[in-house]
T-cell receptor, first 112, second 113 residues
Framework: DGGITQSPKYLFRKEGQNVTLSCEQN?????MYWYRQDPGQGLRLIYY???????QKGDIAEGYSVSREKKESFPLTVTSAQKNPTAFYLC???????????FGPGTRLTVL | QQQVKQSPQSLIVQKGGISIINCAYE??????FPWYQQFPGKGPALLIA?????SEKKEGRFTISFNKSAKQFSLHIMDSQPGDSATYFC????????????FGPGTSLSVIP
């Protein structure tokens, strides 16, 4: 089955710690995205990547970092510089020239 | 100009009724308008999408109506069912810039028996 996997489903972190969220896709999509979703709010773009070894900041990139070393993988690191990291994080991908974004099941991060 | 506005924020509809969610945009470069459906604890999934060369698109009980001159589009869910209870996001993007999708803030729909 083709799709996007995110792990872990739930993640707890102490203040001051960095944490990395995993996102893997086997859809052979070129573009991948990270969104943050807060309760009652829409999706805000953190970072996106159109091709391997290239990525761009979205609307709320401060306190986050990404890498795109493989087409299938786009991990997101939430650093200690992110002041309010508790949220639901969604990874998505899309094919070249295709507007439809396919979303993973999300990771709920809670900072204790 | 990049914003997509969506209303209402929440909606309660009786089973069998019609659910209507409205969106508006400013950027005239937008020419792809999808709707995503998200169930609690899950990622959103594409429900239906429209391009501005048509004024309406229907898929089963779901219909998008599009008014290019008013820069508005809406989702109608006919014969709403409890299983339709979810959060719905409208979105917009330029067709040739597939990484520039702008999402609305979402509408939480509850369909009660």
């Amino acid at each position: 089955d083709g799709g996007i996997t995110q792990s872990p489903k739930y993640l707890f972190r102490k203040e001051g710690q960095n944490v990395t969220l995993s996102c893997e896709q086997n859809l052979n999509h070129d573009a991948m995205y990270w969104y943050r979703q807060d309760p009652g709010q829409g999706l805000r773009l953190i970072y996106y990547s159109q091709i391997v070894n290239d990525f761009q900041k979205g609307d709320i990139a401060e306190g986050y970092s990404v890498s795109r070393e493989k087409k299938e993988s786009f991990p997101l690191t939430v650093t200690s510089a992110q002041k309010n990291p508790t949220a639901f994080y969604l990874c998505a991908s899309s094919g070249s020239g295709d507007n439809e974004q396919f979303f993973g099941p999300g990771t709920r991060l809670t900072v204790l | 100009q990049q914003q997509v506005k969506q209303s209402p924020q929440s909606l309660i509809v009786q089973k069998g009724g019609i659910s209507i969610i409205n969106c508006a945009y400013e950027n005239t470069a937008f020419d792809y308008f999808p709707w995503y459906q998200q169930f609690p604890g899950k990622g959103p999934a594409l429900l239906i999408a429209i391009r501005p060369d048509v004024s309406e698109k229907k898929e089963g009980r779901f219909t998008i109506s599009f008014n290019k001159s008013a820069k508005q589009f809406s989702l109608h869910i006919m014969d709403s069912q409890p299983g339709d209870s979810a959060t719905y996001f409208c979105a917009a993007s330029p067709l040739d810039l597939y990484d520039k999708v702008i999402f609305g803030p979402g509408t939480s729909l509850s369909v009660i028996p």
